[in-house]
C-alpha cells in the first residue's frame, strides 16, 4: 500500500467514524439516518486494511476500534428506538382492542 493510499485510507476511516457519530445523534433526535453506500465504502475499507502489510494494519487498529466501537453505538441506539416503536405499537394496538 502506497502512502497515498494508508492516507486515503485513514481519511476514509475518518469520515466513516464521523458519519457514525452524526447517525447516532440524528437517531437519538428521532431522524431517520440515510445509510446509502455505507456498506460498500467499510466493505472498501476493510478490504484496503486487509491486503495491506501487516505493520500498516496495525498502525490502522486504533481507527478501526473507534469506528467499531461507533457502530456498536449506533446499533444500540437503533435498537433502542426500534423497542420503542415496538412498544408504542403495542400499546396502541392494545388501546384499539379496548374500544
Do not use: H, W
Not at 458519519?19 to 460498500?40: C, H, P, R, W, Y
Amino acid at each position: 500500500m502506497t502512502t497515498q493510499a494508508q492516507a486515503s485510507t485513514i481519511e476514509e476511516l475518518t469520515a466513516l467514524q464521523k458519519f457514525f457519530s452524526n447517525a447516532e445523534t440524528q437517531l437519538k433526535a428521532g431522524n431517520i439516518v440515510d445509510m446509502t453506500g455505507i456498506d460498500q465504502r467499510i466493505s472498501n475499507v476493510c478490504r484496503a486494511v486487509q491486503e495491506s502489510a501487516p505493520e500498516l494494519q496495525q498502525a490502522f487498529l486504533p481507527e478501526l476500534t473507534t469506528l467499531i466501537q461507533l457502530l456498536g453505538d449506533y446499533e444500540r441506539e437503533l435498537r433502542t428506538l426500534q423497542a420503542a416503536f415496538a412498544n408504542k405499537a403495542s400499546g396502541t394496538a392494545n388501546d384499539d382492542s379496548k374500544s
